[in-house]
């Protein structure tokens, strides 16, 4: 059973940095596409950052140079270090897994985390 699980959430200020993980358990987290999305309150889910399988790394806008993803492979564990941080990038941040190729479709990922709130105060 694929599980996976979010850590590392919290409450910074403006300019702060925070380092999220994502513990994945029942798959080999190297042969999938990772992906990290937020969700803000009243907005829709969107992707922040995504690591292909051979391992190519992709932002969106909003987050490039201050936000960085990696994958330790040996620990099956994703990671975004997220510096610089805004009142903007308050949202619940979620883990995802597809089994295919990466993409910033929502509906697409196979697998969700139950999320971890960051909250940037200005």
């Known amino acids: 059973q694929v599980q996976l699980v979010e850590s590392g959430g919290g409450s910074v200020q403006a300019g702060g940095s925070l380092r999220l993980s994502c513990a994945a358990s029942?798959?080999?987290?190297?042969?999938?596409?990772m992906a990290w999305f937020r969700q803000a309150p009243g907005k829709e889910r969107e992707g922040v950052a995504r690591?292909?399988?051979?391992?190519?790394?992709y932002y969106a806008d909003p987050v490039k140079g201050r936000f960085t993803i990696s994958q330790d492979n040996a620990r099956n564990t994703l990671y975004l270090q997220m510096n610089s941080l805004k009142p903007e990038d308050t949202a619940m941040y979620y883990c995802?897994?597809?089994?295919?190729?990466?993409?910033?479709?929502?509906?697409?990922?196979?697998?969700w985390g139950q999320g971890t709130q960051v909250t940037v105060s200005s």
């Open positions: 690591i292909a399988r051979g391992g190519g790394t």
């Open positions: 029942g798959l080999t987290a190297s042969n999938y596409c």
């Open positions: 995802a897994v597809r089994s295919t190729g990466c993409t910033w479709t929502v509906g697409y990922y196979n697998y």
